[in-house]
């Protein structure tokens, strides 16, 4: 499996697993994609296998420069490629590039959807909300997740093990 950042010639393959694995949602058009992809502040890896595409992620940077968050776009596996740990792949290197920058992520999910929900949880990602009839035209709540940045989870790191040494003392 090849890695690589995609590009407006991408689009059109985006578009199609994009159909398919969101069909009955809103899926995005290849116009939508060409829009993603030449945007300054977002970043889109694609998987592909023997040149084909099979997966792809997205990745918006928001805020200041200094302080900045990320929101996940999207992430989708075309069907015949889903279980085999692509999406684990995508998302690695989306959380990357959030803790590069130290950044908090966010992202939306159906609270159907839960093979994604334990993918989002084991990177850390938490529910901090639910966005009532979020997917159209089914109507489909989604929770609102958020995943801690580098930093804040360094410090929740370091205050529960401080924490656990003073139990630990019999403070």
């Known amino acids: 499996?090849?890695?690589r950042e995609l590009t407006a010639a991408d689009a059109a393959a985006t578009a199609a697993i994009e159909a398919d694995v969101f069909a009955g949602e809103t899926p995005w058009s290849r116009d939508v994609f060409l829009v993603e992809f030449a945007h300054p502040y977002t970043f889109y890896v694609g998987a592909f296998d023997d040149g084909e595409l099979v997966g792809y992620a997205g990745l918006a940077?928001?805020?200041?420069a200094d302080d900045p968050e990320f929101e996940v776009h999207t992430i989708a596996v075309a069907r015949g490629h889903q279980r085999r740990g692509i999406g684990?792949?995508?998302?690695d290197q989306l959380v990357h590039a959030a803790d590069m920058h130290d950044g908090q992520m966010f992202l939306e999910v159906r609270t159907d959807?839960?093979?994604?929900?334990a993918l989002y949880v084991s990177y850390g990602f938490i529910e901090i909300g639910v966005?009532?009839?979020y997917y159209q035209p089914t109507g489909a709540?989604?929770?609102t997740m958020m995943r801690a940045s580098l930093s804040e989870r360094a410090e929740r790191e370091h205050v529960d093990g401080s924490d656990a040494a003073?139990?630990?003392r019999g403070a």
């Open 141 to 143: 709540d989604a929770y």
């Open 166 to 168: 003073q139990e630990g």
């Open 131 to 133: 966005r009532k009839g």
């Open 1 to 3: 499996m090849e890695l």
């Open 61 to 64: 940077k928001l805020g200041p």
């Open 113 to 117: 959807n839960t093979a994604a929900l």
């Open 88 to 91: 684990r792949v995508l998302m």
